[in-house]
């Protein structure tokens, strides 16, 4: 996991300041929605519904807009 930080988000990682001070698991939230919302069976869902899916794999609203 540690390697996806700092890498950009369309090279599948997260941005280097996600997850800084230690907020491991909230780093790890944010790689699995990367992944989740490149995947091509995600690329035709409404916005609405990429929202809802990942507040309720536990993401905050701050974590989304990210």
Known sequence: ???AVGRGVEDGGVPSDVGA?????????????VQFLVHPKVQGA???DRRK?????GLT??????
């Open 1 to 3: 996991m540690a390697e």
């Open 21 to 33: 001070g230690g907020d491991e698991e909230s780093a790890q939230r944010i790689a699995n929605a």
């Open 46 to 48: 409404t916005m609405e």
């Open 53 to 57: 899916f990942l507040a309720k794999k």
């Open 61 to 66: 609203a701050r974590e989304v807009e990210e």
